[in-house]
């Protein structure tokens, strides 16, 4: 994934941009980058590795040295960036929050008439390199911008500073994911979560919509590209990867994840599948709401049987090595025999995507002494690996258990009936539940419905996209 934020005002915004960018931190783990303008200096740019070392100890240098009325910052989980490009625009620095598919495709296009890219390790293209080729074929921004989302097979949000110290942000086409403007007295930001503007002290001014694009000044904002009518919001902002205090089309991302266990109780209390436990836990931190939801509506208590030592460890899927990343997940949890000895135990987790983390976390419980393990996962099976963003994406989708479970009951031609599958009052369904039952260990294990999911968001089901789910988009 990634994430950015930026800011022009009358007065200093560097500090605003370290901060509001290190709030998006949860985003991305592989690079950091921050952009600032002033007359003196024109455009200055500083990119890091955050692999390793937090975005605000990279960065804390830069912060203090930089100076500039309007700055731009970003998170990235793929390439460098921001990117500073001259092109007859003018001078500007480029950063995007989304993924390219199309990238050879259009790669080998410029290639045949436009001489060369800088590459990167293995001879790839950086994506925001090609991003702003396809800009520069316009004669504005605005037709640019709108030119490169049209010609890409995937989604592109987009910051742009420009050499005039104006910022142009622009929303994916579908809207998949948010992009927020805020404003104080001085001036106006933007940002990918909603918490981080209000946090520096800026006021909710807009989501924009679809496709829209702006241009942020000092005095405001204005509108270069209006809205388009479609929205595909991604809805695992609200299951996984948004930020608990944040708000997206109006709805809170704790409150939607509270209101999703509770309908998963319910759900479970009417189809005769809710066991007794001594505690439902959340499968820290992401599950930890949902959890607190399913919890109240069961009546039954909330515990937290093991915490998550997160001062000096990083998160676990950050190194690229499976067998490293489950590695550090062991290592980050940390038991409270007392809650876990003889216990009944429920844990709630946002998804099981792959499962790998999981079945170590039940062997884990297990040696500490569990009776029981009942499993909950407070969205459907995965069945699709996301093409429109850098979230649940998979190099093939048997690293998917649900799919991986499908071929070995069923061999190729059951993977013909994934939605089946997915709905656990089917025979296919049950045997898919109880098939990753015995594989990962658990005594019992059911998925919040589709219906669940979204009907916890709050905003129309048909503004959300549900691909990685039921394959439609």
């Known amino acids: 994934m990634g994430g950015f934020f930026g800011a022009v005002s009358k007065r200093e915004v560097v500090y605003d941009v370290f901060f509001g960018t290190d709030y998006h931190s949860h985003l991305g783990t592989r690079r950091g980058g921050m952009a600032v303008y002033n007359p003196e200096d024109g455009l200055q ?68 008439t436009h001489g060369h890219f800088e590459a990167m390790g293995g001879g790839r293209v950086n994506q925001c390199e090609l991003l702003a080729m396809l800009i520069n074929k316009k004669g504005s921004f605005p037709e640019g911008i709108r030119y490169a989302q049209e010609r890409i097979r995937g989604t592109a949000s987009i910051l742009i500073l ?37 946090k520096l002290g800026y006021r909710y001014e807009k989501d924009l919509g679809p496709g829209e694009i702006v241009r942020l000044t000092a005095e405001g904002w204005e509108t270069l590209a209006p809205p388009l009518k479609e929205m595909r919001i991604c809805t695992f902002l609200w299951t996984y ?29 009417a189809a005769g599948t809710m066991p007794r436990v001594d ?3 959340g499968v820290p931190d992401s ?38 990343r489950e590695h550090i997940a062991h290592m980050k949890l940390i038991p409270v025999r007392e809650l876990i000895e003889g216990k009944s135990l429920m844990f709630v987790d946002d998804s099981i995507v792959r499962g790998t983390q999981l079945k170590g976390t039940v062997n884990y419980l297990f040696e ?13 099976p995965i069945m699709y690996g996301c093409k429109f963003l850098n979230f649940s994406r998979s190099t093939s989708e048997m690293d998917l258990i649900a799919r991986r479970t499908i071929q070995t009951l069923e061999g190729p031609a059951g993977q ?10 089917t025979d296919r369904g049950r045997a898919m539940r109880q098939h990753i039952c015995k594989a990962l260990g658990f005594d019992t294990l059911e998925y919040q419905t589709l219906e669940g999911t979204t009907g916890a968001v709050g905003i129309e089901k048909c503004k959300l996209c549900t691909y990685c789910w039921n394959g439609k988009e």
């Open 162 to 198: 420009t050499d005039r110290g104006e910022i142009i942000a622009a929303r994916d086409l579908k809207g998949r994911l948010p992009v927020i403007i805020g404003r104080d007295d001085e001036g106006t930001c933007v940002t990918f979560e909603s918490f981080a503007l209000e």
């Open 287 to 324: 599950g930890t709401a949902h959890a607190l939801g399913y919890a109240a509506e069961s009546r039954m208590p909330y515990g937290r049987p093991f915490i998550k030592y997160t001062p000096t460890w990083p998160r676990s899927f950050m190194p690229q090595n499976q067998r490293t």
């Open 368 to 380: 500490n002494g569990a009776r029981e393990i009942h499993m909950r996962s407070a969205c459907p």
């Open 45 to 112: 740019r500083e990119i890091h590795n955050i692999e390793n070392t937090p975005f605000r100890t990279k960065f804390e240098n830069d912060a203090a040295e930089l100076r500039g009325r309007s700055a731009i910052g970003c998170i990235s989980d793929t390439d460098p960036q921001p990117l500073m490009i001259r092109s007859m625009l003018g001078t500007y620095c480029v950063s995007m929050v989304g993924i390219i598919n199309n990238m050879d495709e259009l790669t080998e296009e410029f290639l045949k």
């Open 279 to 281: 505690f439902v836990c």
């Open 241 to 269: 990867y948004g930020y608990p205090t944040s708000r997206y089309e109006g709805s809170n991302v704790e409150l939607s994840r509270n209101r999703n266990g509770s309908l998963f109780a319910q759900h479970e209390r």
């Open 416 to 425: 013909e009936h994934a939605a089946e599958y997915a709905d656990g009052s």
